[in-house]
């Protein structure tokens, strides 16, 4: 198993997977397609707040 930077464009595409997106929410298109900072944004929309608000309940 290879590392993977993190913060990196494939971290960003493995942790989005490992939370069950696959594709890109909008335009169900595959997340390899898409630049850092796009899946970056993604992240943080769909991740980020998702944990937080685990973490407030």
Same mark, same amino acid.
Do not use: A
């Given at each position: 198993m290879?590392?993977?930077h993190?913060? @990196? &464009?494939g971290?960003? !595409? &493995?942790q989005? #997977?490992d939370? /069950?997106?696959l594709v890109?929410p909008?335009?169900? @298109?595959h997340? /390899? =397609?898409? &630049? %850092?900072s %796009?899946? #970056? =944004?993604l992240y *943080? #929309? *769909? !991740? %980020?707040?998702e944990?937080?608000? @685990? %973490?407030?309940k």
């Amino acid at each position: 198993m290879c590392k993977v930077h993190k913060y @990196s &464009k494939g971290w960003f !595409v &493995k942790q989005l #997977r490992d939370h /069950g997106i696959l594709v890109h929410p909008q335009y169900k @298109s595959h997340l /390899g =397609n898409y &630049k %850092e900072s %796009e899946l #970056r =944004n993604l992240y *943080y #929309r *769909y !991740v %980020e707040i998702e944990t937080l608000d @685990s %973490e407030q309940k």
